[in-house]
């Protein structure tokens, strides 16, 4: 490809395909779905504080007994639209609702994926303006072509996925989608209205200096996991600590900061969640998957997140997950004590 001008994620997801001699290029087509999805989302997000009542509560709460708001409705509407009309997806199953959803037409139910999504992660950020995301993830369907998709379609092992991905909405808009082949990042241009190759071949650095964890919960967390907090707040100068701590509280950027900086994003069991709060289909999945491509760990305290065999839709999980060496040295204080699923 030429590297005199800009290269477009279509053209650089088609390059890809083009790896492989037997792909028909469906895959490429839902990943360009995707970035659509992801412009109009990142449209609707960037008037946010603009636009008459597209700030604020919705009214409604979630599945999860959360409150709603707008901007998780119509990003969560987008996508179910934009993948209905795509030729490419059989169904899909959203952090939003209840159920999975099956799309009836001829064309989807001889599509070979079907796709998750958290359409709106982070969503408590919306008021003050801070990064939310959109992620995704891509599995090859285990139910019969021809017929409509089942549940058992988006109840996958992660180490199934065949691709998974983010739109982080943040200073600027960026895609990045992870395949087998490795992890690309991508920046929204905004004068040609497309994702641009910023950010190719991306690696999580082995070592960090940078824990990410909402430290207020430090009270409800079992000793393993306050003897690890103890050792990165404390002093060694030979192992570079303390560490620096950084937490969003939006799991899309302060995954987005691990995977170019390095460090460690941590989600544990605790006394208030017992099997940890972030859900495995929409968000660790995804998320492990993303990082494991880029040479990271993601792992629940009792075994490798993408080994998780899900047994219902919005599952909850442990989550430890950044660089390596990080990841293995907070599997040393845990051990096997984290709540098992
Ligand atoms: P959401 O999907 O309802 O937005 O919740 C998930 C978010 C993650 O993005 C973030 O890492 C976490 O919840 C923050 O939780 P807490 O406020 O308990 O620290
Ligand atoms: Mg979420």
């Known amino acids: 490809m030429s590297q005199n001008r800009l290269v477009t994620m279509d053209e650089f997801t088609i390059q890809e395909t083009r790896k492989f001699p037997q792909a028909t290029g469906e895959l490429s087509s839902l990943l360009r779905d995707l970035g659509l999805a992801g412009k109009i989302i990142n449209k609707q997000v960037r008037k946010a504080g603009l636009a008459d009542g597209i700030l604020g509560a919705h009214g409604a709460t979630n ?21 209905k009309n795509s030729n490419e997806c059989a169904g899909i199953a959203s952090e939003e609702n209840d159920n999975h959803v099956c799309y009836e037409d001829t064309f989807s139910a001889n599509s070979k994926y079907v796709v998750l999504f958290d359409p709106l992660d982070g969503s408590s950020n919306i008021d003050v303006n801070a990064p939310i995301g959109t992620i995704f993830s891509i599995y090859r369907r285990v139910s019969d072509l021809g017929k409509p998709c089942t549940e058992a379609d988006f109840l996958q092992a992660g180490n199934r996925l065949m691709a998974a991905g983010y739109i982080i909405y943040g200073s600027s808009t960026m895609m990045v989608y992870a395949t087998r082949l490795g992890v690309n990042g991508f920046t929204l241009e905004p004068s040609i209205g497309e994702f641009c190759l910023s950010h190719p071949n991306m690696k999580v650095p082995e070592d960090g200096k940078i824990y990410s964890i909402n430290q207020g919960n430090t009270i409800k967390l079992d000793d393993g996991m306050k003897a690890y907090l103890d050792y990165c707040m404390e002093s060694n100068k030979e192992e570079g600590r303390p560490y620096g701590h950084r937490y969003i509280g939006s799991m899309v950027a302060d995954l987005h900061r691990t995977l170019i900086k390095g460090g460690i994003f941590m989600y544990p069991a605790d006394k208030s969640n017992a099997k940890g709060k972030l859900r495995l289909q929409y968000e660790c999945n995804p998320m492990s998957f993303i990082v494991e491509a880029a040479g990271g760990k993601g792992h629940t305290g009792y075994s490798n997140v993408l080994d998780v065999q899900p047994t219902e839709l919005h599952q909850r999980v442990p989550i430890f997950i950044g660089s390596k060496n990080m990841v293995n040295k907070v599997l040393e204080f845990v051990g096997e004590k984290q709540t098992v699923a």
């Open 63 to 83: 599945v999860q007994g959360e409150e709603q708001m707008k901007l998780d409705v119509l990003a969560n509407d987008t996508l179910i639209d934009i993948l």
